[in-house]
């Protein structure tokens, strides 16, 4: 007996769009404002603290890339633009604790300015602290002044840089992959630390969204 026959399925059109390159960037930036907005305001009510401090253990425990879905892509100047600075940050010291230890003191030294200060690290900062600063930090902008935190990210991101391209010179001579390496990231560095200062500003405005 011949199979039944059975009838094509239509389906929508939109379905073909939504899996091969439909999102509508529009879409994406109002997801990542809204998200970002919604998950600021709700920490922030907590008065428990327990929501900033799960948000701070997020990536330890599952990695940035779930964040880097909702947030990697949103402008520089924005409020998901600089909770995702904030998180690649947190996720690259937790990565390498004692190299970004080894960044900040020699930054510390040689950086003229009182941005090591405004970061708040002991003086001088083991590995371990190094970490905890970075959390102490993150936890500032759910549970603190939002400026202030991006400002002392910002801080963070220059002494850090400092360090990187002095280390650099001395890497040229011998080791230049490594010297070009540590030469990338200070320069990736200090884009940060411009990026968390202009959002600094622009939340003091109001006009960070």
Do not use: N
């Not at 939504?18 to 990542?32: E, H, K, W, Y």
């Not at 600075?85 to 003191?105: G, K």
């Amino acid at each position: 007996m011949p199979e039944s026959f059975k009838r094509p399925v239509r389906r929508p059109t939109e379905s073909f769009d939504s899996l091969v390159g439909g999102t509508d960037p529009a879409d994406q930036a109002r997801a990542a404002h809204r998200t970002a907005s919604a998950l600021l305001a709700r920490v922030r009510a907590d008065e428990s603290g327990m929501s900033a401090e799960r948000l701070i253990a997020y990536t330890r425990e599952h990695g940035i890339d779930e964040i880097a879905e909702l947030w990697a892509a949103a402008p520089a100047h924005s409020l998901p633009g600089a909770l995702w600075r904030l998180y690649v940050l947190q996720a690259a010291i937790h990565a390498d604790p004692s190299t970004a230890a080894f960044l900040h003191e020699r930054g510390r030294v040689e950086l003229p300015t009182a941005d090591a200060l405004v970061a708040g690290a002991p003086v001088p900062a083991s590995p371990d602290e190094i970490v905890s600063l970075i959390d102490t930090i993150l936890h500032g902008a759910f549970r603190g002044d939002f400026s202030v935190a991006l400002e002392r990210a910002a801080a963070f991101c220059r002494v850090q840089a400092s360090g990187a391209t002095h280390i650099a010179d001395d890497y040229e001579p011998t080791e230049p992959v490594r010297g070009s390496e540590l030469t990338t990231r200070a320069l990736r560095l200090s884009g940060y630390a411009d990026d968390l200062a202009a959002s600094a500003a622009a939340w003091r405005r109001g006009m960070l969204d």
